[in-house]
């Protein structure tokens, strides 16, 4: 049935993509997404739940994607790269909305 | 992983679900418990049978108590590294008092924290705790545990590994990998309407064992995803703490603009103040809910800045009437008595997230649907369990065969975490009925002797599974499974004497009384006798019919 010869080395590579990088890319959701829900008006706490609650359901997604794409290293590369990206761009806009409303 | 997308989902689905399975066991057992913590607490605390209590006078009863209260030693030892040397011998400014009760639980719960004046971080604060019995006022003895909700309740949710959070973090991951496999489940089965109505018992094991599994995950399916996930969001903040690192400067500054706004100071004033009459600011929230159409009763009361000018009152009515959370909070400035606040409406976000945490938290009274909640946690770890079990009926003749060790070693585990998860909470609280009142000198306190049995006979559990399951090492069913189920029904028997035989409160007087806290706990244990008993009478005969089945097809999806 398996097609493919399933090493140690390429599960642990799989799992520690999904897992590592899926708490990235998800970090990455919840950080931005507080910080633009925030600056759109909504309350804090509010921000919070609905950023956390989006960010368990893309975790799930990223964590299946990580297993089920075909190449590991584009994968790394998206979920890791886009969860920096997204924490950089949540740090940008806390500076913009600290810096404005002091 | 593989070119086959549903290949991959079923790889998934089994090396995962077994990994994690074996905790989720843990997590869904206790959870089902943990719906009925307080009536555990009762059993287990036979001084505490009697019904429950509003909140009792904070003027007369509690503000003496909150006076003397102390952190105990544990509480020292977890303290001490986040401060820069020792930590003072009393702690006298205190942040917070606080005061919870809930309709099932007569006795009162007293939490006060402290400053602690060399820390390392200005905001660690140091906890005493305390137990009351609100008739009276008397504490209840430190060496109590309430077995259900101090011990098996942690154990739902953290599995009681307190070091860095490491148990939450397990059983977070463990949650994420619930969804995962349910996910994973659903695009294995195509067929997943038919197998709502397929059960086949009297085919081979292996076969009923899948019947069952995928029964008992379909029919639950929308309880087990959102179970799995509200509890991630409860304890959100610490699996993705961003809050209180990345964006902490974004979160003091909503601290700030909140207190400025509702009106409630964030600091102390460093002013010493007296504080009014709590009773009079309990009687005057409780007017207002009754003047907006929701009488009721307090559930939670708080003190803030205890002692200082800044010091205010709060007042939450007990949120039983309902599936949210606790709210509608009424603000006191504690040194007047004068009302600072009234808690707006929630928000339409704050509401969804009140809803969804709040069905897993279940604080409202509604005796249906906590047996519900109990069935469907304990149809999420018979979903588990015959997950495992296939597992090993799947493989083991195979292994047998090869020469290989694996359904052996997961069948051992199985046991370990099916049967022996039961035997060690049956012999814990037959520890907590045969212990002594009070230890000797030089033991530890009555309820860490009874943590330590719990654990101690769970080990045994297992050593016990490694022991006897080697037959599966042959291809043949281990007799591990019978034997634990005899030791079930023999201890699930032995409970429910010796709460009689201790108390006095046997089965007819709870009954006759209408005593339900502990007549359910009594008849559930029974209950439990008698399934184990007729598990161990079917598993006999399956071990007494000769090998006849022939590996049956499965369907592709299996890994």
Same mark, same amino acid.
């Given at each position: 049935m398996t097609s493919i010869t399933l090493t140690p080395r390429h599960i642990a590579s799989r799992t520690a993509v999904a897992i590592f990088g899926g708490y990235a890319f998800t970090w990455g959701v919840v950080a931005l997404g507080i910080t633009l829900m925030y600056s759109a008006g909504l309350e804090f706490h509010d921000a919070e739940h609905l950023s956390y609650i989006i960010g368990f359901l893309v975790f799930l997604v990223a964590f299946l994607v990580a297993f089920a794409a075909q190449a590991l290293r584009k994968a790394a590369l998206v979920l890791v790269g886009g969860g920096a990206l997204m924490s950089a761009a949540a740090w940008w806009v806390q500076g913009l909305i600290i810096g404005a409303g002091a | 992983m593989f070119p086959n997308f549903r290949h991959t989902m079923a790889?998934?689905?089994?090396?995962?679900?077994? /990994?994690?399975?074996?905790?989720?066991?843990?997590?869904?057992?206790?959870? @089902?418990? @943990?719906?009925? *913590?307080?009536?555990? *607490?009762?059993?287990?605390?036979?001084?505490?049978?009697?019904?429950?209590?509003?909140?009792? @006078?904070?003027?007369?009863?509690? /503000?003496?108590?909150?006076? *003397?209260?102390?952190?105990?030693?544990?509480?020292? /030892?977890?303290?001490?590294?986040?401060?820069?040397?020792?930590?003072?011998?009393?702690?006298?400014? /205190?942040?917070?008092?606080?005061?919870?009760?809930?309709?099932?639980?007569?006795?009162?719960?007293?939490?006060? @924290?402290?400053?602690?004046?060399n820390a390392k971080d200005h905001e660690t604060a140091i906890w005493a705790l305390r137990t009351v019995d609100p008739r009276t006022g008397d504490l209840l003895p430190v060496d109590r545990l309430k077995i259900g909700s101090e011990f098996f309740y942690p154990l739902h949710y953290s599995l009681t590994l307190d070091w860095k959070n490491v148990g939450y973090w397990i059983v977070g991951f463990s949650a994420l990998m619930m969804l995962m496999a349910l996910v994973t489940g659903v695009i294995m089965h195509r067929k997943i309407f038919r197998e709502l109505f397929t059960f086949r018992p009297n085919k081979s094991t292996q076969r009923s064992m899948l019947d069952l599994h995928n029964l008992s995950g379909v029919v639950a399916l929308p309880f087990h995803f959102f179970f799995a996930f509200t509890g991630l969001m409860i304890f959100a903040y610490i699996y993705f703490p961003v809050t209180h690192t990345q964006l902490t400067p974004l979160h003091d500054r909503h601290e700030v603009l909140e207190s400025k706004e509702t009106g409630l100071p964030h600091d102390r004033a460093g002013v010493a103040a007296p504080i009014a009459s709590v009773d009079a600011m309990v009687a005057e929230a409780q007017r207002r809910w009754a003047a907006k159409g929701m009488a009721g009763d307090v559930g939670f009361l708080n003190l803030t800045h205890v002692g200082d000018a800044n010091g205010y009152v709060s007042v939450y009515r007990a949120g039983t009437d309902r599936v949210q959370l606790a709210g509608e909070g009424i603000h006191f400035k504690a040194s007047t008595g004068e009302l600072l606040r009234e808690d707006p409406p929630p928000t339409v976000v704050a509401r969804i997230n009140e809803f969804l945490t709040g069905l897993h938290l279940q604080h409202f009274k509604h005796w249906l649907l906590r047996w519900l909640y109990v069935l469907g946690g304990l149809s999420g770890a018979a979903c588990i369990a015959t997950g495992l079990f296939f597992f090993v009926e799947k493989r083991k003749r195979q292994h047998a065969k090869q020469g290989v060790s694996g359904a052996r070693v997961v069948d051992a585990l199985a046991v370990t975490v099916v049967t022996g998860m039961l035997v060690a909470t049956l012999c814990m609280l037959i520890a907590n009925r045969l212990l002594p009142d009070a230890m000797p000198a030089g033991w530890p306190l009555r309820g860490a002797m009874e943590k330590y049995l719990f654990w101690g006979s769970w080990l045994a559990a297992g050593a016990h599974a490694w022991w006897r399951t080697a037959a599966v090492a042959e291809g043949r069913l281990a007799p591990a499974w019978r034997e634990q189920c005899l030791a079930i029904a023999v201890l699930a028997v032995a409970a429910p004497v010796l709460n009689w035989i201790t108390t006095g409160d046997h089965l007819l007087r709870t009954v006759a009384t209408g005593y339900w806290p502990v007549a359910g706990a009594d008849l559930f244990m029974l209950a439990s006798a008698a399934l184990a008993m007729l598990a161990a009478r079917k598993l006999q005969q399956r071990a007494a019919r000769p090998l006849a089945v022939k590996n049956v097809t499965l369907e592709a999806g299996h890994a």
């Amino acid at each position: 049935m398996t097609s493919i010869t399933l090493t140690p080395r390429h599960i642990a590579s799989r799992t520690a993509v999904a897992i590592f990088g899926g708490y990235a890319f998800t970090w990455g959701v919840v950080a931005l997404g507080i910080t633009l829900m925030y600056s759109a008006g909504l309350e804090f706490h509010d921000a919070e739940h609905l950023s956390y609650i989006i960010g368990f359901l893309v975790f799930l997604v990223a964590f299946l994607v990580a297993f089920a794409a075909q190449a590991l290293r584009k994968a790394a590369l998206v979920l890791v790269g886009g969860g920096a990206l997204m924490s950089a761009a949540a740090w940008w806009v806390q500076g913009l909305i600290i810096g404005a409303g002091a | 992983m593989f070119p086959n997308f549903r290949h991959t989902m079923a790889w998934l689905h089994t090396w995962f679900g077994l /990994a994690l399975g074996l905790v989720l066991m843990v997590v869904f057992f206790f959870g @089902s418990l @943990s719906v009925f *913590d307080r009536e555990i *607490d009762r059993w287990a605390i036979p001084d505490t049978r009697y019904e429950p209590q509003p909140m009792p @006078s904070f003027d007369k009863m509690l /503000a003496p108590i909150f006076k *003397d209260m102390q952190p105990d030693a544990a509480a020292r /030892a977890m303290t001490a590294p986040l401060a820069d040397g020792p930590l003072p011998d009393r702690f006298d400014t /205190a942040r917070s008092w606080g005061a919870y009760t809930t309709h099932r639980d007569p006795v009162l719960a007293l939490f006060a @924290s402290y400053e602690v004046p060399n820390a390392k971080d200005h905001e660690t604060a140091i906890w005493a705790l305390r137990t009351v019995d609100p008739r009276t006022g008397d504490l209840l003895p430190v060496d109590r545990l309430k077995i259900g909700s101090e011990f098996f309740y942690p154990l739902h949710y953290s599995l009681t590994l307190d070091w860095k959070n490491v148990g939450y973090w397990i059983v977070g991951f463990s949650a994420l990998m619930m969804l995962m496999a349910l996910v994973t489940g659903v695009i294995m089965h195509r067929k997943i309407f038919r197998e709502l109505f397929t059960f086949r018992p009297n085919k081979s094991t292996q076969r009923s064992m899948l019947d069952l599994h995928n029964l008992s995950g379909v029919v639950a399916l929308p309880f087990h995803f959102f179970f799995a996930f509200t509890g991630l969001m409860i304890f959100a903040y610490i699996y993705f703490p961003v809050t209180h690192t990345q964006l902490t400067p974004l979160h003091d500054r909503h601290e700030v603009l909140e207190s400025k706004e509702t009106g409630l100071p964030h600091d102390r004033a460093g002013v010493a103040a007296p504080i009014a009459s709590v009773d009079a600011m309990v009687a005057e929230a409780q007017r207002r809910w009754a003047a907006k159409g929701m009488a009721g009763d307090v559930g939670f009361l708080n003190l803030t800045h205890v002692g200082d000018a800044n010091g205010y009152v709060s007042v939450y009515r007990a949120g039983t009437d309902r599936v949210q959370l606790a709210g509608e909070g009424i603000h006191f400035k504690a040194s007047t008595g004068e009302l600072l606040r009234e808690d707006p409406p929630p928000t339409v976000v704050a509401r969804i997230n009140e809803f969804l945490t709040g069905l897993h938290l279940q604080h409202f009274k509604h005796w249906l649907l906590r047996w519900l909640y109990v069935l469907g946690g304990l149809s999420g770890a018979a979903c588990i369990a015959t997950g495992l079990f296939f597992f090993v009926e799947k493989r083991k003749r195979q292994h047998a065969k090869q020469g290989v060790s694996g359904a052996r070693v997961v069948d051992a585990l199985a046991v370990t975490v099916v049967t022996g998860m039961l035997v060690a909470t049956l012999c814990m609280l037959i520890a907590n009925r045969l212990l002594p009142d009070a230890m000797p000198a030089g033991w530890p306190l009555r309820g860490a002797m009874e943590k330590y049995l719990f654990w101690g006979s769970w080990l045994a559990a297992g050593a016990h599974a490694w022991w006897r399951t080697a037959a599966v090492a042959e291809g043949r069913l281990a007799p591990a499974w019978r034997e634990q189920c005899l030791a079930i029904a023999v201890l699930a028997v032995a409970a429910p004497v010796l709460n009689w035989i201790t108390t006095g409160d046997h089965l007819l007087r709870t009954v006759a009384t209408g005593y339900w806290p502990v007549a359910g706990a009594d008849l559930f244990m029974l209950a439990s006798a008698a399934l184990a008993m007729l598990a161990a009478r079917k598993l006999q005969q399956r071990a007494a019919r000769p090998l006849a089945v022939k590996n049956v097809t499965l369907e592709a999806g299996h890994a």
